[in-house]
T-cell receptor
Framework: RKEVEQDPGPFNVPEGATVAFNCTYS??????FFWYRQDCRKEPKLLMS???SGNEDGRFTAQLNRASQYISLLIRDSKLSDSATYLC????????????FGQGTELSVKP | GAGVSQSPSNKVTEKGKDVELRCDPI?????LYWYRQRLGQGLEFLIY????????KSGLPSDRFSAERTGESVSTLTIQRTQQEDSAVYLCASEQGMRTGELFFGEGSRLTVL
């Protein structure tokens, strides 16, 4: 079983839709969580951190459920420019702070 | 420049040859990662350097792969006796300190093994 698992998608949604991605992690020692975005044929970039209390950044909301070991990302009012692959990332402090990436969930927003 | 720089951006080689990929991290960043990404696939962790600690080599797929880093500067990833399955984009990333969670990636080195 992979340490970080995501539904690979693709998620095909119309503009304006709300879409949610989930990510599960297997190791309870994971202590910090992030979402990255990777555009086609580009390098990944940090989208947002995920805090225990949940956090928003404009149309994006990230949530963490430690008891169930999952992280979610909600995108409201989807734009064409949101089309990308969204990568879930965890840090395990007992591995020297190494970042571990999920395989990514592909989102395609259509007009 | 201020970002992570990788070279070469593209490399085509014949099966069995050795290749060396280079990464220049952002100045002052203590952590450096190498990842591999095959076409249409996710990021595969290869190796992690953090300051002067021993590197985490747990992701290297075989003994044909090795990487070095000089202090907190340049890193080289070497693949010996390349195979066709080594064809991928090799991404380098650096992080300021530890546990910040923000990796800055280079644009990658695209390796094609014929």
């Amino acid at each position: 079983r992979k340490e970080v698992e995501q539904d690979p998608g693709p998620f095909n949604v119309p503009e304006g839709a709300t879409v949610a991605f989930n990510c599960t992690y297997s190791n309870s020692a994971s202590q910090s969580f992030f979402w990255y975005r990777q555009d086609c044929r580009k390098e990944p970039k940090l989208l947002m951190s995920v805090y225990s209390s949940g956090n928003e950044d404009g149309r994006f909301t990230a949530q963490l459920n430690r008891a169930s070991q999952y992280i979610s990302l909600l995108i409201r009012d989807s734009k064409l420019s949101d089309s990308a692959t969204y990568l879930c990332v965890v840090i395990r402090y007992n591995q020297g702070g190494k970042l571990i990436f999920g395989q990514g969930t592909e989102l395609s927003v259509k007009p | 420049g201020a970002g992570v720089s990788q070279s070469p951006s593209n490399k085509v080689t014949e099966k069995g040859k050795d290749v060396e990929l280079r990464c220049d991290p952002i100045s002052g960043h203590t952590a450096l990662y190498w990842y591999r990404q095959r076409l249409g696939q996710g990021l595969e962790f290869l190796i992690y350097f953090q300051g002067n600690s021993a590197p985490d080599k747990s992701g290297l797929p075989s003994d044909r792969f090795s990487a070095e880093r000089t202090g907190e500067s340049v890193s080289t990833l070497t693949i010996q006796r390349t195979q066709q399955e080594d064809s991928a984009v090799y991404l380098c990333a650096s992080e300021q300190g530890m546990r910040t969670g923000e990796l800055f990636f280079g644009e990658g080195s695209r390796l094609t093994v014929l």
